[in-house]
T-cell receptor
Framework: GAGVSQSPSNKVTEKGKDVELRCDPI?????LYWYRQSLGQGLEFLIY????????KSGLPSDRFSAERTGGSVSTLTIQRTQQEDSAVYLC?????????????FGEGSRLTVL | GENVEQHPSTLSVQEGDSAVIKCTYS??????FPWYKQELGKGPQLIID?????GEKKDQRIAVTLNKTAKHFSLHITETQPEDSAVYFC????????????FGKGTRLHILP
């Protein structure tokens, strides 16, 4: 497709379970970002990738959160032992390059609900 | 690291009136300032941006101003219409190095009929 694709669009899970969220960026975009949007809150930076490497992981809230990107394309955000405070919309965005004039193209997000 | 503050968090204006959203940033290395609009159930979309080599940029009913000395930048929407109702985010980023884009907490704009 032409845009950024995220899956699943909705995920309901029980506290303590692991979840994986997937992002398919726009073809050719080298930069990929993950942001978290809690109810009524702003866009909280989690991590970004330049190619397959993650120069900045400073936004990951805890060691339960990890992300990887393979082949300079698809990225997976994994949350282990989910907690209720992890409930949020997780947004992925891609860009031709990080920072600079890099317009971010966002997906529609994965809404995570932890019961 | 960069910190972006955005005000107000909520703004209601009568249709046809103007709306102004203000942001401040902390990192003097930031020189690219985009604004994103997020409609319900969608991801944010870029609506306008400005770089530090200009003080103002306009695109139809939308304008952005930048004061680098004060580290302030603002979004102005004139002749507001119902479809302007959305959440607006400002952001800051350095152009000359690969770095993340940091967003403000957003402003929910309501256009009243």
């Amino acid at each position: 497709g032409a845009g950024v694709s995220q899956s699943p669009s909705n995920k309901v899970t029980e506290k303590g379970k692991d979840v994986e969220l997937r992002c398919d960026p726009i073809s050719g975009h080298t930069a990929l970002y993950w942001y978290r949007q809690s109810l009524g809150q702003g866009l909280e930076f989690l991590i970004y990738f330049q190619g397959n490497s993650a120069p900045d992981k400073s936004g990951l809230p805890s060691d339960r959160f990890s992300a990887e990107r393979t082949g300079g394309s698809v990225s997976t955000l994994t949350i282990q032992r989910t907690q209720q405070e992890d409930s949020a919309v997780y947004l992925c965005a891609s860009s031709r390059r990080a920072g600079g004039t890099g317009e971010l193209f966002f997906g529609e997000g994965s809404r995570l609900t932890v019961l | 690291g960069e910190n972006v503050e955005q005000h107000p968090s909520t703004l209601s204006v009568q249709e046809g009136d103007s709306a102004v959203i203000k942001c401040t940033y902390s990192d003097s290395a930031s020189n690219y300032f985009p604004w994103y609009k997020q409609e319900l159930g969608k991801g944010p979309q870029l609506i306008i941006d400005i770089r530090s080599n200009v003080g103002e940029k306009k695109d139809q009913r939308i304008a952005v101003t930048l004061n680098k000395t004060a580290k302030h930048f603002s979004l102005h929407i004139t002749e507001t219409q119902p479809e302007d109702s959305a959440v607006y985010f400002c952001a800051a980023s350095p152009v000359n190095r690969d770095d993340k884009i940091i967003f403000g907490k957003g402003t929910r704009l309501h256009i009243l009929p």
